[in-house]
């Protein structure tokens, strides 16, 4: 699996957003299920699978360190969406 220094991501994947990322991930997994696809086919569309899958995990990573950072602050990001006491 593809790893957050994995050479092989281009510039752009570095800088897709995890929504992109996880649409495009699911439209590979789509096609995979489809059937149909040659052998060379169904290895380029798994391995570009992995590497959204690792672009995946590293937004849900971060997302996951920022909410612990902030629950060891006792702070929390509302948004400004309640009032304050």
């Given at each position: 699996?593809?790893?957050?220094?994995?050479d092989?991501?281009?510039p752009?994947d570095?800088?897709?957003?995890?929504?992109?990322?996880?649409?495009e991930?699911?439209?590979?997994?789509?096609?995979?299920?489809?059937?149909?696809?040659?052998?060379?086919e169904?290895?380029?569309?798994?391995?570009?699978?992995?590497?959204?899958?690792?672009?995946c995990?590293?937004?849900?990573?971060?997302?996951?360190?920022?909410v612990?950072?902030a629950?060891r602050?006792?702070?929390?990001?509302?948004g400004?969406?309640?009032?304050?006491?």
């Amino acid at each position: 699996m593809a790893t957050a220094d994995d050479d092989t991501e281009s510039p752009a994947d570095r800088a897709a957003s995890y929504e992109h990322a996880r649409d495009e991930l699911a439209a590979v997994v789509a096609r995979l299920e489809s059937g149909g696809l040659s052998l060379d086919e169904s290895l380029t569309l798994w391995e570009r699978g992995e590497q959204l899958a690792a672009i995946c995990t590293r937004f849900l990573d971060g997302a996951r360190e920022r909410v612990e950072k902030a629950l060891r602050s006792g702070t929390t990001d509302t948004g400004g969406d309640e009032p304050e006491a």
